[in-house]
Nanobody, 126 residues
Framework: QVQLVESGGGLVQAGDSLRLSCAAS????????MGWFRQAPGKEREFVAG????????AYADSVKARFTISRDNGKNTMYLQMNNLKPEDTAVYYC???????????????????WGQGTQVTVSS
């Protein structure tokens, strides 16, 4: 079992950058597929980015592609989301998620993940 804790959210202006972190407990983080999701008020939780075990396999939602970068440091049991050129429509609570899997792959659907963090608020003003 793994526990996930997000950090790094905040209030920024359009065009600014933020880096979110997701710290994981447990000894098997390197075997977890990881992902970032977000949920804005009144909307469903949506996929932002996913990453496989080694970091070599990644995927992004079209809305964040070329602006956001997902990465992980298995030595530090931490996943990151570098967010550049933030837009007001990026405002949401951001969640990290993890799933212990047998293959080095990413997953786009919330139902594919077993563990979730508590979320961190990102607010982008225009």
């Amino acid at each position: 079992q793994v526990q996930l804790v997000e950090s790094g959210g905040g209030l920024v202006q359009a065009g600014d950058s933020l880096r979110l972190s997701c710290a994981a407990s447990g000894r098997t983080f390197s075997r977890y597929a990881m992902g970032w999701f977000r949920q804005a008020p009144g909307k469903e939780r949506e996929f932002v980015a996913g990453i496989g075990w080694t970091g070599g396999s990644t995927a992004y939602a079209d809305s964040v592609k070329a602006r956001f970068t997902i990465s992980r440091d298995n030595g530090k049991n931490t996943m990151y989301l570098q967010m550049n050129n933030l837009k007001p429509e990026d405002t949401a609570v951001y969640y990290c998620a993890g799933a212990l899997r047998d293959t080095d792959n990413y997953y786009r659907f919330p139902s594919s993940y077993d563990y979730w963090g508590q979320g961190t608020q990102v607010t982008v003003s225009s």
